[in-house]
Structures are given as C-alpha cells and as structure tokens.
C-alpha cells in the first residue's frame, strides 16, 4: 500500500477527528490535537489522496513520548500504522532521539504486536489508566542504541 506521510497542521483535524470518533470511546477534543501540531512533531498519513491515519507525539529532550496513534478501520492491518511510526521513529532519531514511550489499552493485542514489532518492550502497567470502560495501561519503551 503507497502512503505518503506528511506533518500534521491544522487543517488535517477535518479528516482526523471522525477517524479519532470512529476509534476510541473517549475521542480527543480539537484543543489536544491543537497541542500536538503546535509540538511539530506529529504526522498524518495519506492513501489515494483521501487521509487515513495520524501519529501524535511530543520530545522532550532525548525522549519522545507518543501519545495518540490512529488508522482508519476500513485500512487497518494495511501496515499504515507501521509505516507511520518507523517514519516517525527514524526521523526523531536522526533529530537525537533516544528514548520512546507510548501506553496502549491492556486488551490491545494488536496494537501491542506492532510496537514490540518495531523494538517496544514492556516496561509497567498503569491501573485503571483508560476510562469506558476501565482498564489497565501497559507502558512499553523502545530505546535506541
């Protein structure tokens, strides 16, 4: 599948907020992603012109913690998250990345298989981190070397 990633601006929350909808059960609000794009570091993902996915994240000094990764569902297992996130990964490093975290719903087998697919290990678990319906975080770190 050809994507092409691009920086997400503004403009690209049309597109993202009913992909953000259509995934979680407690959507991000327009002033999160708002965060996030004044960061620089986020991306979105375009497939046939249309955008189908998006990379949240933000650095602090060597570590870039990422904190939002959504596929449309009529793309998913397509490799798009994939493709975003080692776009994402290569570049922060090139910047002086060292360090990447992210938290991902306990039940998330999928999307826990693609971060340990790109090097992520598990590092700890947050109670009760996610809300509707509650469930534990597993926090996993990938550090590069």
């Given at each position: 599948?050809e994507i092409?990633?691009k920086?997400?601006r503004?403009e690209?929350?049309?597109?993202?907020l009913?992909i953000?909808a259509?995934?979680f059960?407690e959507?991000w609000?327009?002033e999160?992603?708002n965060?996030?794009i004044?960061?620089g570091d986020?991306i979105?993902?375009y497939?046939?012109g249309?955008?189908?996915g998006?990379?949240?994240?933000?650095?602090v000094l060597?570590?870039f913690?990422i904190?939002?990764?959504g596929v449309s569902?009529?793309?998913?297992?397509?490799?798009?998250?994939?493709?975003m996130?080692?776009?994402l990964?290569?570049?922060?490093i090139?910047?002086?990345?060292?360090?990447?975290y992210?938290?991902?719903?306990?039940?998330?087998i999928?999307?826990?298989?693609?971060?340990r697919?790109?090097?992520f290990?598990?590092?700890g678990?947050?109670?009760?981190y996610?809300?509707?319906?509650l469930?534990?975080?597993?926090?996993?770190?990938?550090?590069h070397q």
């Amino acid at each position: 599948m050809e994507i092409q990633i691009k920086q997400m601006r503004e403009e690209h929350l049309k597109d993202i907020l009913p992909i953000e909808a259509e995934l979680f059960t407690e959507p991000w609000q327009t002033e999160f992603f708002n965060f996030e794009i004044k960061q620089g570091d986020s991306i979105v993902a375009y497939n046939e012109g249309k955008l189908v996915g998006y990379v949240c994240g933000f650095a602090v000094l060597d570590e870039f913690s990422i904190s939002n990764v959504g596929v449309s569902k009529r793309i998913q297992r397509h490799g798009v998250a994939y493709k975003m996130l080692k776009h994402l990964i290569d570049k922060k490093i090139s910047d002086g990345t060292i360090v990447f975290y992210l938290e991902v719903r306990e039940s998330n087998i999928s999307a826990i298989n693609l971060y340990r697919k790109l090097g992520f290990g598990t590092i700890g678990k947050r109670r009760n981190y996610y809300k509707h319906p509650l469930e534990d975080a597993i926090v996993m770190k990938y550090e590069h070397q």
